[in-house]
């Protein structure tokens, strides 16, 4: 599976610590996205599914949320991680994606991939819709599905409000959050 970022503890990316998994590629093309270097499909470093299901499982985190880039355009690996990080880990999973929940629908294995997920939410970023009122989510046409309820408990959702996480590593200062100027994916 190519992925494009992580980040370990993150609490900016839905309810409590959190791991971030940002997949590589995405062909969907919102304009204005934020995340212009995670787009091209050859990019991100390869990681094995299960060794990544290992390795994120092993965090002393609340759950994961798998960003894009676009993580239904690599929805066979995905499957494959979901399916081991689920075999070792209770872990909330929530999912955010760039398809709407329509052409989800239309999918079997979209499907199957949706119904190893806690949360998920659809829809493209559509920068004339954003902000969203709705925190953690970029524009307002993006719709929320519970699949199971581990996060019922965030009806009603939270409101908006802006939030900057900076992370150090190495010799790189990695910003994480609310873009300045427009919402977030
Ligand atoms: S906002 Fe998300 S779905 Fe849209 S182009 Fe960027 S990564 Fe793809």
């Known amino acids: 599976m190519q992925i494009a970022e992580i980040i370990e503890k993150t ?39 299960e060794e990544l299901a290992v390795n994120l499982a092993s965090l002393d985190t ?30 909330g999973i929530i999912l955010f994606t760039g398809y709407t929940w329509e052409t989800i629908e239309k999918s079997s294995i979209f499907k199957s991939l949706i119904s190893l997920c806690d949360l998920v939410i659809a829809g493209p970023f559509i920068e004339t819709l954003s902000p969203d009122i709705r925190r953690w989510i970029g524009s307002t046409n993006q719709t929320i599905h519970f699949i199971t ?12 409000r802006k939030e900057i996480e900076f992370h150090l590593r190495d010799n790189e200062i990695i910003i994480n959050g609310t873009p300045l100027e427009i919402g977030f994916i």
């Open 11 to 49: 609490e900016v990316e839905g309810p409590g610590i959190r791991t971030g998994l940002w997949l590589q590629g995405c062909t969907i093309n919102c304009s204005s996205c934020c995340n212009q270097s995670f787009l091209p499909v050859n990019g991100g470093t390869f990681w094995n599914e």
């Open 62 to 91: 609340d759950g994961i949320t798998i960003l894009g880039g676009e993580p239904l355009q690599q929805a066979k690996q995905l499957i494959i991680f979901l399916k081991h990080f689920k075999s070792i880990s209770n872990k």
């Open 149 to 160: 309820d581990y996060y019922s408990f965030l009806e009603p959702w939270p409101v908006f």
